[in-house]
């Protein structure tokens, strides 16, 4: 299956001839709430957008065109002031199940705070390692994050350069607006809290989740049900423990908002016991989504 090939050159780093980039983002940018704009300028930034996500290398892995891997950025701009534009920007991005047609959302999340200049001069400039232009720093800092989410599904740990250049990104965007710093957001939901939650050594078992919830659980649901579930739900429970510890994270609350309708469907079928046992859990977890996990009856 083009599956497990994937797994196997993520686990041994086999090198090969480079087949095809690794993203297939579909990029919407929406401009209904700022009146008056010249659609071709938008046109033009979603192209670029597009262009910048799926024609990149990303890593120094070998893709099939078959082989790529999906993700969502939606882009929604809610205010102009001279060239400044001020928006929402949604980053989804999804993994395929061994031995099934399914794809599991990994995450969804939307940030808030995004702030760009832009004119009809404007590239998509970026650099790894410097500040180039805030959309492509914003846009850069959510694909490494999401494909450090995607090889942590792989193998343990298997993300963290992508997590290393996320920190990068966060060091020279620090003074670049919104977003990015610790001590700019009272709530803890931003960019910076959102790598601090995922990579800080206290959450270690986020990442491990990632592991265990997809290689270990997902992965098996077609050869063995019972075992699936039974692992499923033993790797939320090791997120039940950091959310009694911690329970205003902000990666907990957008893992289970990203996850709840996935999660509802895996359990419905399982065992008496373990469906009880899943509601409470996730009831816990994700208690603004309670009425949702009641089905689980």
Not at 35 to 40: L, P, T, V
Request: hydrophobic content about 35%; some cysteine.
């Amino acid at each position: 299956m083009k599956a497990i090939k994937l797994f196997l050159i993520l686990l041994f780093g086999a090198a090969a001839s480079v087949q095809a980039q690794e993203l297939l983002a579909h990029v919407s940018i929406n401009t209904k709430n700022i009146q008056g704009e010249d659609a071709a300028l938008f046109t033009r930034l979603e192209q670029e957008m597009t262009t910048f996500i799926n024609e990149r290398r990303w890593t120094n892995l070998n893709f099939k065109q078959e082989e790529r891997i999906k993700c969502n950025v939606q882009l929604i701009l809610d205010s102009k002031n001279g060239d400044q534009y001020t928006g929402r920007l949604i980053f989804q991005m999804s993994r395929p199940v061994f031995n099934s047609t399914y794809s599991s959302n990994l995450l969804t999340v939307q940030d808030d705070e995004v702030t760009f200049p832009y004119t009809s001069s404007q590239g998509f400039d970026y650099d790894d390692n410097s500040f180039m232009w805030n959309l492509s720093a914003i846009t850069g800092f959510y694909i490494h994050f999401l494909l450090g989410i995607y090889f942590d599904s792989f193998s343990p740990m298997g993300g963290t350069p992508f997590f290393n250049q996320c920190q990068t990104i966060i060091g020279y965007s620090q003074n670049q607006g919104s977003g990015w710093a610790g001590n700019d957001s009272k709530s803890k939901r931003n960019r910076y809290w959102l790598w601090e939650n995922y990579t800080n050594p206290s959450y270690a078992d986020f990442r491990n989740f990632y592991y265990q919830y997809h290689r270990m659980g997902m992965d098996m649901l077609a050869g063995n049900l019972n075992e699936g579930v039974n692992t499923i739900l033993q790797s939320l429970k090791k997120i039940q423990e950091i959310h009694k510890s911690k329970s205003n994270l902000y990666f907990t609350s957008v893992m289970m908002t990203s996850k709840s309708t996935e999660l509802i469907n895996v359990f419905s079928g399982a065992s008496e016991a373990i469906r009880n046992e899943a509601k409470q859990t996730l009831t816990q977890l994700d208690p603004a989504n309670a009425n949702k996990y009641s089905k689980l009856n």
